[in-house]
């Protein structure tokens, strides 16, 4: 457990650094090409110990040789000083983020293990990764018709290169929020644009009020990168309408954000989860205000989060979705006065590529459960991997949390739970955007519940038509039932050019609308 708050970093500080002299007393002193080993460690000993400073500890099995070899091993070696063939670790960063990754000293120039105990532990990674991963077995049945859903194609301005970041239904005034590039739109469900903007930056997430403007978090650069471009603030839907101005800049590169009253003063508060790339944090700001900013983690990585009290104590707690190799979900319980307790209840490799998650009660037994998806392969193991998919871990009552259901699916990005058949069950909808391209219509998966944890798993022949990344469940069309509404979004041309080779499909449309058949 960890205690979060303004008295205890100080005390934290110091317990880190305290367990980073334990940790290197008899390991590798500078300068390490001095230092005798009296006994040589095994490359497995060395890969524990130098491994999990970091994070979990990765099995061999976990990627495949090449991947380790060629990619994973080479990187991590420049972050304990080893570089080999002239490999610069900077060569791709812009003059800015090169600064900030510097003075993290994610690269240390000198060396913090021995050269001989590094290539024991490349050895043993090569010698014991299979040459190729296991295939995806997937033990769900599967339906002989498609997905129950009518498509339609969603498709403004004349933007031949999607590129939706957002997608948000405000059910107040029926409107879908897209977010394509630099651009928002509102859409009604009568097709009409009512309205637009444009942004400095792409739109990460948006959250919708009563009597006040949205919010509006934009995540200032989309690819990797530290530069604090991010900006929580008002979107501006009328010229007449009074809102507290609020505007918290300089985030580094937010992905998501939650409002709720955490410290019990009757005024909203918002998490913000800064994701980063080499540096970030999660952090909440009381009141809206810049300068009352708690950082509950110092970490990169935070996905997202959602706010639930889980205790039953009245206070609402905090569940967040940890990505970039410290790959977890925690609940940070209120203590009340602005004190968090951080346990971690779930905790994965850091190749799992962990990407979104949600609070569901799926056994209605009055508990909430979490509904996980993996499929993150924007990293330095860029393979398909038969482990990533969807996830449901059933609550014991006391927020211990058992995997009950896998569902395998190459690049998993979203998975939502709702009762699409109106049938009292809930089922699930889940959406790859690394989709596997030799069969590009399994991007998107309807989970019909059969009872039991029983599933059929049925798709959509119009799922080729995108790469999606972002996904919305809501009743679109007003037919009191839920709706999806898929974003499709592409890096560059070049990734376009691999989804036409492989789909012959030359024309994209932004969203692809889901709705229930009749």
Known sequence: MKMVGVSRLIYALCLSLLCLAIFFQGVTIFPPQKQKSKL????????????????????????????WETS?????????????????????????????????NIYPDAPLILKEDWDRIVEYYVQNAPIKLESQQVSVSRAKEKAPFKSQFITIGDNKLPKVSLLNFNEATSELYIG??????????????????????????????????????????????????GRLANLKIRENRQSAAIDISKLRRPVYFALGDLNGDNKKDAVVCSFGNYG??????????????????????????AIKDLNGDQKPDIVALMAQAYEQISIYYNKGEGEFEQVKVLEFSPVHGVSYFELVDFNNDGFEDILL???????????????????????????????????????????????????????????????????????????????????TASFHPDAVYGKWLTMEVADFNGDRRPDVMLGSFMFNFNEMAKVVASTGISSFPQVLLLTQVE
Not at 283 to 301: A, R, Y
Not at 382 to 406: A, T, W
Request: include cysteine; glycine fraction near 8%; proline fraction near 6%.
């Open 180 to 229: 394509d590039n630099n651009n928002l739109y509102a859409l009604k469900n009568t097709g009409e644009i009512s309205n637009s903007w444009l942004l400095n930056s792409p739109a990460s997430h948006v959250e919708f009020q009563d009597n006040s403007d949205p919010l509006l978090l934009t995540i200032g650069q989309f690819r990797p990168s530290d530069q604090e471009l």
């Open 72 to 104: 994973v091993l080479p990187n991590m070696g420049m972050r304990l000083g080893i570089r080999t063939n002239g490999t610069d670790p900077f060569e791709d960063l812009d003059p800015i983020d090169e600064s900030i990754v510097r003075n993290l």
């Open 40 to 67: 040589k460690s095994s490359g497995k000993e060395l890969a524990e110990r130098y491994c999990q400073m970091c994070h979990t500890f990765p099995e061999p099995g976990l990627l495949d040789k090449k991947t």
């Open 373 to 455: 998806t993996n499929g993150d392969n924007w990293d330095y193991s860029n393979v398909d991997k038969p482990y990533q998919g969807l996830r449901l871990y059933l609550n014991d009552g006391h927020n211990n949390f058992k995997e009950v259901f896998f569902y395998p699916m190459f690049g998993c990005s979203k998975a939502v739970a709702k009762d699409f058949d109106n049938d009292g069950d809930l089922d699930i909808v889940g959406v790859s955007f690394y989709a596997d391209l030799k069969d590009p219509k399994e991007s998107f998966v309807y989970l019909s519940n059969n009872g039991d944890l029983k599933f």
């Open 280 to 305: 970030g944090k999660l952090s909440w700001f009381d009141n809206f205000e810049p300068s009352k900013e708690h950082v509950l983690s110092n970490l990169p990585g935070t996905r997202m989060v």
